[in-house]
């Protein structure tokens, strides 16, 4: 996956100038940027020159009523595939170490879930000094990354690592460092299958009975897992979307085609169920299309009840993928349903999503997850974020941890 977009975070240092040179650095890398500028950083390059050059808005406050209807602050913070503080102060660097948010770039340094890089600049005292210290060796340990800073004559007159590393080499060392981090595949070894979109069930050549179900999520779910490493076998539904690069596709129509297709792939060591599957079919499909107004009355239809695709891989014996996830559509009464749902199906994990909203078809979601342990909710997101996450905790439950 190619670097898109990094979110510059901007803090309040001298060095705040040579900001537009590293978007521009940026840029001709083809990476994109959004930026968030402090209010110190603001005396020292101007929210217009940030704008003009990224053609976007600079995002500046916390409670900003116009940036926050477009794109909440949390939204803001997952928006793009990883974050840059430039210059990092020794203020920004000591709020994220202590897990501080009082503005907007120390709260979207708490909320994002994307890879962080730091390119500190402060005076040469401040630098050295056991408190900054301390706080970047706790901000090591969870996995930030600085670059620089450098070593030389300093905005104050003093002489020492502290300037700001070139903005050259920032953007040399942000596509350097996104190589290392993309080339990560946690789940590298693992098979997974995963079902997504409708089935569809067919009552003559012409009508069937279906449900609802766009593909997308089980569509974005099977590339977060391909993406990772994982050996992915996308079982899906009729849906309006092209195949899944880097996964083995297999178009079914039916509840029982899925599952046969389903069993074909096993063994595996992580199930995904995401199809809305029909529960019930037509007892039998017509072979030439049915006059079904001929008898002038409501046509009688005997239903019969199709196999629980989840349910029969969650207990196929030794066969058993180490890992099933099932999902739960509801509408109301959430938790309640899904720990049920977890515990009629036989899954290890299901997911719930409240699709009381425009969920079906859309472009975010927003779910909580039931495992053995209880449950955590998670906040609206883009359907690929939630495939990522998903994909993420995946990685952890089989000991690897996300880079
Ligand atoms: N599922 C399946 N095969 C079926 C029905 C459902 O594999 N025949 C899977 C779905 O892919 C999803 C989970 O089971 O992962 C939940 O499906 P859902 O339809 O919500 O559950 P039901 O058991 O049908 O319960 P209800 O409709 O009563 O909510």
């Known amino acids: 996956m190619s670097l898109k977009r990094v979110l510059l975070i901007v803090g309040g240092g001298i060095s705040a100038y040579k900001t537009p040179e590293l978007v521009r650095a940026l840029e001709k890398r083809g990476i994109g940027c959004r930026v968030i500028l402090t209010q110190a950083g603001s005396q020292f390059v101007t929210p217009l020159a940030l704008a003009s050059l990224t053609k976007d808005d600079?995002?500046?406050?916390?409670?900003?009523?116009?940036?926050?209807?477009?794109?909440?602050?949390?939204?803001?913070?997952?928006?793009?595939?990883?974050?840059?503080?430039?210059?990092?102060?020794?203020?920004?660097?000591?709020?994220?170490?202590?897990g501080l948010a009082n503005d907007l770039a120390s709260t979207a340094l708490l909320a994002t879930d994307k890879p962080v890089m730091m390119a500190p600049a402060m005076n040469v005292r401040m630098w050295e000094h056991p408190a900054v210290q301390r706080n970047l060796a706790t901000l090591r340990g969870d996995g930030v990354y600085f670059i620089g800073p450098d070593e030389g004559a300093m905005a104050c007159g003093e002489y020492g690592p502290g300037r700001m590393a070139e903005p050259d080499a920032i953007a040399a060392a942000v596509e350097a460092y996104w190589q290392k981090v993309s080339a990560y595949k946690p789940l590298k070894g693992k098979r997974a299958i995963v079902t997504a979109g409708p089935t569809l069930e067919a009552l003559d050549p012409i009508r069937f009975l279906s449900n609802r179900s766009s593909g997308k999520q089980g569509y974005a779910i099977a590339q977060a897992l391909a993406e990772a490493g994982a050996d992915v076998t996308l079982v899906s539904g009729p849906t309006a979307l092209n195949d899944v690069p880097g996964t083995t596709m297999a178009r079914v129509e039916s509840a029982r085609d899925m599952l046969a297709a389903c069993q074909a792939a096993l063994?595996?060591?992580?199930?995904?169920?995401?199809?809305?599957?029909?529960?019930?079919?037509?007892?039998?499909?017509?072979?030439?299309?049915?006059?079904?107004?001929?008898?002038?009355?409501?046509?009688?239809?005997?239903?019969?009840?199709?196999?629980?695709?989840?349910?029969?891989?969650?207990?196929s014996g030794q066969n058993r993928p180490t890992l099933v996830i099932g999902f739960a559509a509801e509408t109301h009464d959430v938790l309640a349903y899904a720990t049920a749902k977890r515990a009629k199906k036989g899954c290890d994990w299901l997911v719930a999503n409240d699709v009381s909203g425009d969920v079906m078809g859309g472009e975010s979601n927003q779910i909580m997850l039931v495992t053995a342990d209880g449950h955590q909710s998670w906040p609206e997101a883009p359907k690929a974020q939630i495939a990522e996450r998903l994909a993420a905790a995946i990685a952890t439950h089989f000991g690897v941890t996300t880079a």
């Open 58 to 98: 600079v995002h500046q406050e916390l409670f900003n009523l116009t940036h926050e209807a477009k794109m909440g602050h949390i939204e803001l913070s997952r928006s793009a595939d990883l974050v840059l503080v430039a210059p990092a102060t020794a203020d920004l660097i000591g709020k994220v170490a202590n």
């Open 267 to 315: 063994p595996a060591d992580i199930f995904v169920a995401v199809a809305a599957v029909a529960d019930w079919r037509p007892e039998t499909k017509a072979e030439v299309k049915l006059k079904l107004k001929a008898d002038a009355k409501a046509p009688a239809m005997t239903l019969v009840e199709n196999p629980d695709i989840l349910a029969t891989i969650a207990q």
